[in-house]
């Protein structure tokens, strides 16, 4: 079985500019999640998909992020424009129906 | 306001001794906690689960301890070994939340040969 598969790994931008974040969950889970961790704090939630639905983004920190999950398979995380506090470490996740999450290997992205 | 708290940033033990990574809990609407592994430039990767209903998990050299009424929960390595140096987090989910975990900051255990 694949795992969670998240590109780019890494992502170094300039303030203001748009980055796209990608994950690939695995086949047939229903639940994915993005998270994120700054500056080597806590790991934060940021949404929740099932399928294509967002059922929670009570994380997302503000307008400028927008989450999409096509056809419920694969999910993009854009950040437009972005600022210097969006810098950290994304990580995706998904989930079937039980309590067990897998992760990806995350996107670092650097906001300079 | 951090619902879940991993005081010691760092814990240095020695190769065959037994670490204990402890975390604390502040929403009582958690009823199920997970301990994740994470090495440099990778995900979290799943170590062992407790419900509320149990106060014990052992799975192999890990066992994690739940308490409660103290809101503490802990997680024991013997014996521990190099290979499991690496960040440790713990997680809550409360039901009805999806599923969503609450993480702790993390503690970095490092083991010394």
């Known amino acids: 079985e694949a795992g969670v598969t998240q590109f780019p790994s890494h992502s170094v931008i300039e303030k203001g500019q748009t980055v796209t974040l990608r994950c690939d969950p695995i086949?047939?889970?229903?639940?994915l999640y993005w998270y994120r961790r700054v500056m080597g704090k806590e790991i934060k939630f940021l949404l929740h998909?099932?399928?294509?639905?967002?059922?929670?983004e009570s994380g997302m920190p503000n307008n400028r992020f927008l989450a999409e999950r096509t056809g419920g398979t694969y999910s993009t995380l854009k950040v437009q424009p972005a600022e210097l506090e969006d810098s950290g470490v994304y990580f995706c996740?998904?989930?079937?129906?039980?309590?067990?999450?897998?992760f990806g290997s995350g996107t670092r992205l650097t906001v300079v | 306001d951090q619902q879940v708290k991993q005081n010691s940033p760092s814990l240095s033990v020695q190769e065959g001794r037994i670490s204990i990574l402890n975390c604390d809990y502040t929403?009582?609407?958690?009823?199920?906690f997970l301990w994740y592994k994470k090495y440099p430039a990778e995900g979290p990767t799943f170590l062992i689960s407790i419900s509320s209903i149990k106060d014990k998990n052992e799975d192999g050299r890990f066992t994690v301890f739940l308490n409660k009424s103290a809101k503490h929960l802990s997680l024991h390595i013997v014996p521990s070994q190099p290979g499991d140096s690496a960040v440790y987090f713990c997680a809550a989910s409360a039901s009805g939340s999806a599923r969503q975990l609450t993480f702790g900051s993390g503690t970095q255990l490092t083991v010394l040969p």
């Open positions: 086949s047939g889970h229903d639940n």
């Open positions: 929403n009582s609407m958690f009823d199920y």
């Open positions: 996740a998904s989930r079937s129906n039980g309590y067990g999450y897998t």
């Open positions: 998909f099932v399928k294509e639905s967002k059922q929670d």
